[in-house]
């Protein structure tokens, strides 16, 4: 499983309520976050991936990225909690990038201390917000 690959079959197909749609969107979105921390480790580990660290650093290239593109555009989510969550997501992808040109440049220590450091911080952040949501 690649860092960029997410759920999409549960939220999508669920034919259930707004409520349980928003509680499997958020674990999707979260599942899918986390795995990046694996993914960023074994870069480290090897000095290497098949991620563009370009690509990496979009915000608008996950799934959540583009979900949360499409509701900033439709005007329908615009409160505090939303735009935190648009803004700690960027920060995400931002912080992913850097470890990972950090760890394909040779510097796994440094790599190691971002992930374990700030990258710790802005995940445990995004979790927080997106389980705090009603809106997603």
């Not at 999409?8 to 958020?26: L, P």
């Not at 599942?31 to 960023?40: D, G, I, M, S, V």
């Not at 997501?89 to 931002?94: I, L, S, T």
Request: with cysteine.
């Amino acid at each position: 499983m690649t860092a960029q690959k997410t759920g999409t079959g549960a939220a999508a197909h669920n034919g259930g309520t707004d409520a349980t749609d928003h509680a499997i969107r958020t674990a999707e979105a979260i599942a899918a976050h986390e795995q990046w921390k694996e993914t960023l480790l074994e870069a480290i580990r090897t000095g290497a991936t098949a991620l563009s660290v370009a690509v990496v650093a979009r915000d608008d290239g996950c799934e959540l990225g583009r979900w949360l593109q499409n509701l900033a555009q439709t005007g329908a989510a615009t409160d505090s909690t939303f735009l935190a969550i648009v803004a700690e997501h960027r920060r995400f992808h931002e912080h992913a990038a850097r470890i990972l040109r950090m760890a394909v440049d040779g510097r796994s220590n440094a790599a190691l201390r971002a992930l374990e450091g700030e990258y710790a911080l802005i995940s445990a952040e995004l979790r927080t917000l997106l389980l705090s949501s009603k809106q997603l």
